[in-house]
């Protein structure tokens, strides 16, 4: 199906996956821990959650626009050993204040991460492989989230903490060294369409940054990219909190559970690119935004559902397999998001739009696990939380019928100037 020769950037790109929510999910597996190692309250381990999307956001923007000039390759190696050496300075800690400054300059290093994938695929491969390579590449990240429960749960309890954060700094960078060696930032032949897309495929001409940014279809796919990562921040930070703290679950078995939604997330974000490609060819006629649409409706949609039906369910195994649910048609939808932005963005302007995209959607990291530390301390109960997230969901679900449709380009190039 792909090329032998793109092979490898496939395998390194899932393998930066894998790595970056080992490193992402492993606070909140041993959140219990450094809760009680450092006396901190829900407020504020939440506060120390949202921190690392501040720098992860202002960087997802800043990555993108570094992928334009600097090239994926090298964004991609920086931002990696940046990330992971911040992730082993965790063990430094000695508070509150502390956690959340080694946070934010982790944050800082992994925003690049999304992006740069983006670009690395536009460069490497066609549009009607990009959703497929897209969701291929990016489901290394729910795989790299189940097994940070075994790593750093076991590793808490047989020895400490501190030392999964520095076992997996290493990894990082092992990462990064095979990345410099082994990968180039674009292929010696431009990738061609394997497939007639008869419609609306990639824009050839380069149009302002700033045209973008007054698109519908940008700004309302950002929307719903928002309400993806308000539900992935939520079971990325509080769901073993809330395995914990509200059905009595112990570390251990905690550390078990959380892989089943991880596993099933991974199936989901794998599988959405591949459906969304298959659509697209299959139905031609309607559109490339069409195939798009269909799977971010519906699965989005339905992961509102499920995330708000699991806070009113009374039981653990309910719960558990609502949330799965929930992660696996949100992650359906993972590789559509950037996916849209490859179909109605000329590739000079694909990483900073990216980047601006997600800029705008991981505010909901910033804003989130802070709410649900506030809203959990307020009122004993994640019922509110787990309702809030769905109907988000819900709202912009819609949104994407309404307005995420094929831009409009300018006919000239003195009317693309006026833009």
């Known amino acids: 199906m792909f090329a032998k020769a793109r092979l490898p950037v496939i395998i390194m790109l899932f393998l930066a996956g894998v790595v970056n929510y080992l490193d992402r999910s492993a606070i909140s597996v041993g959140a219990p821990f450094i809760q009680h190692d450092l006396t901190l309250t829900a407020t504020q381990m939440g506060l120390i959650f949202s921190s690392f999307s501040v720098g992860y956001t202002l960087f997802t923007f800043f990555g993108g626009v570094a992928a334009d000039k600097f090239g994926a390759k090298l964004t991609l190696f920086v931002a990696m050993i940046v990330w992971s050496v911040f992730s082993g300075a965790i063990v430094l800690a000695v508070g509150f204040m502390s956690l959340i400054v080694i946070r934010i ?132 930070t509080w769901f073993p909190s809330f395995l914990v703290d509200a059905r009595g679950v112990s570390v251990k078995d905690m550390s078990v559970i959380t892989i089943i939604p991880w596993v099933v997330g991974f199936i989901g974000l794998a599988g959405g690119g591949f459906l969304s490609d298959y659509i697209l060819k299959r139905f031609l006629n309607k559109g490339v935004l069409f195939s798009r649409k269909v799977i971010l409706f519906t699965c989005l949609f339905l992961s509102a559902v499920c995330i708000g039906l699991a806070g009113l369910i009374t039981t653990t195994i309910g719960a558990v397999t609502l949330v799965a649910l929930s992660v696996f048609f949100l992650y359906l939808t993972g590789s559509i998001y950037w996916a849209i932005i490859q179909d109605v963005v000329d590739q000079n302007n694909v990483g900073s739009v990216g980047g601006f995209m997600h800029f705008l959607a991981n505010l909901a990291g910033i804003i989130g696990p802070s709410l649900t530390g506030f809203l959990v301390d307020k009122t004993g109960s994640y019922t509110s939380v787990f309702l809030l997230a769905g109907g988000l969901a819900i709202c912009a679900s ?22």
């Not at 819609?398 to 833009?419: G, H, Q, W, Y």
Request: glycine content about 6%.
């Open 105 to 236: 300059l982790f944050g800082i290093g992994e925003g690049p991460l999304s992006v740069t994938i983006n670009k690395m695929v536009n460069n490497w491969f066609p549009p009607e492989q990009s959703a497929s390579v897209v969701g291929l590449t990016n489901s290394g990240t729910p795989l790299g989230g189940a097994i940070s429960g075994p790593i750093v749960g076991f590793i808490a309890i047989a020895y400490s903490w501190r030392l999964s954060f520095v076992l997996i700094m290493i990894i990082g960078l092992i990462w990064a060294l095979c990345w410099w060696l082994f990968i180039k930032d674009k292929p010696a032949e431009p990738p061609k369409k394997t497939v007639n897309v008869a419609v609306q495929s990639r824009p050839i001409r380069k149009m302002p940054f700033t045209f973008y940014l007054k698109q519908k279809t940008v700004l309302f796919t950002a929307f719903a990219y928002f309400a993806y990562t308000y539900i992935l921040f939520f079971f990325l």
């Open 398 to 419: 819609f949104a994407v019928i309404r307005f995420v449709r094929p831009i409009v380009f300018p006919t000239s190039k003195a009317e693309s100037e006026t833009v």
